[in-house]
């Protein structure tokens, strides 16, 4: 069954606002990593957090991670119209080898 | 500009061709990764690599047929696929297979079945 579930599945918000997707997964985790994707191209890789850390920022961005929930959020501050794009969480399970299994994603568009 | 490479960017092939994917990486990887994604569905992951051995097959068919001939390349070849192969072809790498890190990820080969 699907490990990573997104939510919302799509968003739309204004330059300037913020904007927060959540992902939610069922098994026990080593770590929680956040993507981006540009439409049809290849996947970006925004922030790692591991299951024993609770929040990391890397500029504009803030995720968190909530193990006993098994959810994680990614906040975008400030958002810009060239933040439009798929975000996708995926996790790697514990003792699992470094295999990502992917939600379906937040398609958010900023608009000016 | 991540560092991996696949080629073709877009491909058209008939059900009865025989094609293959390419993908490069110089990060010095040890662990190379095929991912399938297809619309309104999750990323599947397909195939590992590790250390040019191959460590997971995803009860993917057989018309899908990966090679790693060093750590720096890996193809994936086709044949006689489906129209329902169709979909973007994504291959990743990171440093270590059982190193927990973040993967990088090529430009996708856009794979359309006819």
């Known amino acids: 069954s699907q490990q990573g579930e997104e939510d919302p599945q799509a968003l739309s918000i204004q330059e300037g606002e913020n904007a927060t997707m959540n992902c939610s997964y069922k098994?026990?985790?080593?770590?929680l990593q956040w993507y981006r994707q540009n439409s049809g191209r290849g996947l970006v890789h925004l922030i790692l957090i591991r299951s024993n850390e609770r929040e990391k920022h890397s500029g504009r961005l803030r995720v968190t991670l909530d193990t006993s929930k098994k959810s994680s959020s990614l906040l975008i501050t400030a958002s810009r119209a060239a933040d439009t794009a798929s975000y996708f969480c995926a996790t790697v399970l514990t003792g699992g080898g470094n295999k990502l299994t992917f939600g379906t994603g937040t398609q958010l568009k900023v608009e000016l | 500009e991540t560092g991996v490479t696949q080629t073709p960017r877009h491909l058209v092939m008939g059900m009865t061709n025989k094609k293959s994917l390419k993908c490069e990486q110089h990060l010095g990887h040890n662990a190379m990764y095929w991912y399938k994604q297809s619309a309104k569905k999750p990323l599947e992951l397909m195939f590992v690599?590790?250390?040019?051995?191959?460590?997971e097959n995803n009860s993917v068919p057989s018309r899908f047929s990966p090679e790693c001939p060093n750590s720096s390349h890996l193809f994936l070849h086709l044949h006689t696929l489906q129209p329902e192969d169709s979909a973007l072809y994504l291959c990743a790498s990171s440093p270590q297979y059982q190193a927990n890190t973040e993967a990088f990820f090529g430009q996708g080969t856009r794979l359309t079945v006819v």
């Open positions: 690599y590790s250390l040019e051995e191959r460590v």
């Open positions: 098994t026990s985790i080593n770590n």
